[in-house]
């Protein structure tokens, strides 16, 4: 998007121009060159989500807190917590302090695990769907050529097949059972 002259690189004015600041640009250009390459862009992309996934954990956090907080002392106890719809195993896991209450930043804590299994699980829906998009001879399996041929590369298919069979598969292999 911001690659406003398709050179497939993005130069400060290009960046400054799309929103971004001349620091930021500086922060990402690793390599010093005076372009941000597709790989410094893609580190600014998982910075960017990863800053949304922080603010998020920190907004789910704050909303449990305040919803589980009958007594309004600013601090979830084991009782509240489990009230609120937890389990005391839970409780115990994220009060660190052992206090027996848990305080914002534990609560920002859970919130942060919470919104991390749900984006997890929403990556595996996804690249389930993918895979089941770009298996063109729906054999269940996708191989490299269907892969290149949706747009992978050679190093994110090998990062993908972990069990270096040279398959993808759109459902758990039955070798992974």
């Known amino acids: 998007r911001m690659d406003s002259n398709k050179d497939d690189v ?5 960046f400054v121009s799309g929103g ?8 990402y250009d690793k390599n010093k060159d005076g372009v941000l390459d597709k790989r410094e862009m893609e580190a600014r992309g998982a910075d960017i989500v990863d800053q949304k996934a ?4 920190v907004v789910k956090g704050q909303a449990d807190l305040e919803r589980m907080d009958s007594n309004k002392d600013d601090v979830v106890d084991e009782g509240e917590f489990v009230s609120g719809g937890g389990s005391k195993e839970e409780f115990d896991r994220y009060d660190k302090n052992k ?4 305080d914002k930043r534990e609560m920002e804590a859970r919130g942060a695990d919470i919104v991390d299994q749900k984006a997890e699980a929403h990556a595996v829906v996804k690249g389930q769907a993918d895979l089941e ?4 001879n729906k054999d ?3 191989d490299k ?10 190093q994110e298919f090998d990062r ?14 039955p070798r992974d059972s």
């Open 99 to 102: 206090d027996g209450v848990l």
């Open 145 to 154: 050529p269907e892969f290149f041929k949706a747009g992978g590369s050679a």
């Open 10 to 14: 993005v130069d400060e004015g290009e």
């Open 140 to 142: 269940g399996a996708v």
């Open 160 to 173: 993908y097949d972990v069990n270096k069979d040279c398959l993808l598969y759109t459902s758990p292999s």
């Open 133 to 136: 998009r770009m298996d063109s």
């Open 20 to 27: 971004g600041s001349k620091e930021e640009f500086d922060r």
């Open 54 to 57: 922080e603010a998020h954990a």
